[in-house]
């Protein structure tokens, strides 16, 4: 199907005369924006502290990418469908502007050498580099700015459509020139969403379908291209010869190898056997258990591969299982925290984890947004408007934490606290007569019937008689060890919890469909949240396919909280705001928080070199280290 860009796009991708347009007033363009106007780098800065401008150029750096992915079945990472390959966003495609990982939130000048946002902040006018220009040698101009944008918030993956719900147009000033207007209150971040939203080839998609999974290789303007690739198995991408911005300084000493290839494995148990064996260079281990036991090789002995704890002060996020509220059983809050009464964290940790975690508690875990102690003037002052929806201890005490259980896999007080919580909802204990088999290792047996292969369970129901029965949804082997104990501890209270393991494609299609009880997921917070948080927390997303909103949360209170992050004016009225609705957040259980590390643990075959500092808020792997030809001989 081809577009019809004059029906769908009548007014923003048409050429418009200025004369007589009362223009905004604008402030002084900059080679940087921020969102409270902080910038650490001056106009004229060399390159970023965190490299090295003098890193060698070649060499391959292979690897298996991080954020679970499985898979991969299209080369368009833009869009709701397919499961896209990794990488296409940070090596193929570019912005108007890159972020420096060494700040909260600054973004400085790649394809746009200035922003120049209005003294309202109601718009931002970017100039253009006129030697940007796409791999095929196309030039790269406005329209293909306008292009991106109304594509990406029409036709684009619900994430691009919740964050420029409120960037109204961009308009064409020149040839190298676009500005983009802005409505509303929550205005602070769009200059730094539009800055990064990526820049596509309004040439190329005329000719191949934006809405559609495709494994065509894309034309960006990147400093890559996808090279060799086999579907779920491997991609590669070889670095462009003719990149047109090899010497700006926000890529001096970045982009460093020859070629990156992103190997995918459906077993981590697989991946790490490969990587022992040499099959790929690079790996952070995500596994606890498995970093503990299982790097003591001959090539870790001899120094052949090395390992590293890189520090990770960036925000560690919200990993848990998301309790996905759309269905009945779980909309009683007093049912997920018994939920979370039952977990027992510091069993897993002593046993499963070898005590390399800290518990989880709020969503912005790991960054001063975090909620603690008594809400401070400041957020009472945010909170007290809806005093009468919250629970008192939100107003007065300490957030909600997790239970500190006694390490023994069942809490006998814990689980009491889970059943008088359950029984208040509406679950009452029966017991039953089930299959031996069926009632798995964690019946409480109440008798022996004597009766063939037949015995008694304790299960819970409701008033009209459903049983509560949950599913935990993995795609992981390596999760199953973690959620069985637990669903033999909810048979305890008579929860029936059993376990689902699919593959990696048909996961992706109920996650995104919301068509799961309990799911295991992992979302990082920026240290300046934005839009995104619609994506997360909004009433909105609650019922839009593909958002990150797994538990459902539709809350009123959570929706004007997150409004007031959006339009905070200064970081101090940003850390009120998050810090308000972290304890909104975690007063309503909508998950059962997991773990976190503030480092990276990483081990990689000594042919690979970094840069002497680390990026505060990044790995910064895969674009400034680089490959050692010396110390790779050295390994033949």
Request: contains cysteine.
């Amino acid at each position: 199907m081809k577009w019809r860009f004059a029906a769908l796009f009548p007014i923003a991708l048409v050429p418009i005369a200025l004369a007589g347009l009362a223009l905004p007033a604008m402030a002084e363009p900059r080679h940087g924006i921020s969102a409270f106007g902080e910038l650490k780098y001056p106009r004229d800065f060399k390159h970023f502290d965190y490299v090295n401008p003098n890193a060698p150029k070649g060499g391959r750096f292979n690897h298996v990418g991080s954020g679970g992915r499985l898979t991969f079945d299209s080369f368009n990472p833009f869009i709701l469908k397919g499961d896209p390959a990794q990488g296409l966003g940070e090596l193929v495609f570019e912005s108007l502007m890159v972020r420096a990982v060494d700040e909260p939130d600054a973004m400085y000048g790649l394809i746009a050498q200035s922003a120049d946002i209005a003294k309202d902040r109601m718009s931002v006018v970017f100039e253009l580099r006129p030697e940007a220009h796409f791999a095929n040698g196309s030039p790269l101009t406005a329209d293909d700015v306008i292009y991106s944008f109304l594509t990406l918030k029409e036709k684009g993956h619900p994430v691009f459509r919740s964050q420029l719900r409120d960037v109204v147009t961009a308009v064409k000033l020149g040839p190298h020139r676009v500005r983009y207007e802005f409505k509303g209150e929550q205005i602070r971040d769009l200059p730094l969403i539009v800055a990064g939203l990526p820049v596509l080839s309004k040439a190329y998609y005329a000719k191949v379908n934006f809405e559609e999974t495709t494994l065509q290789a894309p034309v960006g303007s990147g400093p890559y291209a996808v090279g060799d690739f086999k579907q779920g198995s491997s991609v590669t991408y070889k670095r462009r010869a003719d990149y047109w911005g090899a010497k700006l300084n926000v890529t001096q000493g970045r982009f460093n190898f020859d070629e990156i290839r992103f190997e995918y494995f459906r077993d981590r148990t697989a991946a790490l056997e490969s990587f022992k064996a040499g099959d790929y260079d690079f790996r952070e281990e995500f596994t606890a258990r498995d970093w503990a036991n299982a790097y003591d090789f001959a090539a870790v002995r001899d120094g052949r591969v090395q390992r590293l704890t890189l520090p990770d002060e960036s925000p560690s996020g919200a990993q848990g299982f998301f309790i996905n509220t759309r269905r009945d059983k779980f909309k009683d809050p007093r049912v997920r925290r018994a939920l979370d009464l039952a977990f027992d964290y510091e069993w897993m940790n002593k046993n499963l984890f070898y005590g390399l975690y800290q518990r989880t508690a709020s969503y912005f875990e790991n960054s001063p947004m975090k909620a603690s102690g008594p809400p401070s003037a400041a957020e009472l002052a945010l909170l007290e408007p809806f005093r009468h929806r919250l629970p008192t201890d939100v107003m007065t005490g300490d957030p909600y934490s997790p239970p500190v259980t006694d390490g023994s896999g069942a809490d006998r007080q814990k689980l009491r606290e889970a059943v008088k919580l359950l029984a208040a909802a509406g679950w009452a204990i029966k017991t039953e007569t089930v299959d031996k088999q069926d009632c798995g290792t964690a019946c409480s047996l109440m008798r022996t019937l004597g009766v063939g292969n037949r015995d008694t369970e304790q299960v819970l129901r409701n008033a009209r008689g459903e049983m509560l029965e949950i599913e935990f949804l993995t795609n992981e082997p390596t999760m199953e060890r973690i959620v069985t104990p637990y669903t033999q501890t909810l048979r305890l209270l008579g929860i029936r919890a059993t376990v689902r393991r699919v593959d990696a494609a048909q996961y992706e299609r109920r996650v995104k469909s919301f068509d799961f009880d309990v799911v295991t997921q992992r979302y990082v917070m920026r240290l300046t949240p934005g839009p995104e948080l619609l994506n997360y927390f909004s009433s909105q997303s609650a019922v839009t396919d593909g958002s990150f909103n797994l538990a459902g949360i539709a809350d009123p209170v959570v929706d004007a909280l997150t409004a007031k992050v959006l339009e905070a004016r200064s970081r101090e009225d940003l850390l009120a705001a998050t810090r308000a609705l972290d304890r909104v957040l975690r007063a309503g259980h909508y998950w059962i928080p997991h773990w976190y590390k503030a480092a990276h643990n990483i081990a990689y075959w000594n042919k690979l070199d970094r840069p002497e500092t680390k990026p505060k808020y990044d790995r910064g792997v895969l674009d400034t280290w680089w490959y050692d030809s010396a110390k790779a001989a050295k390994l033949k």
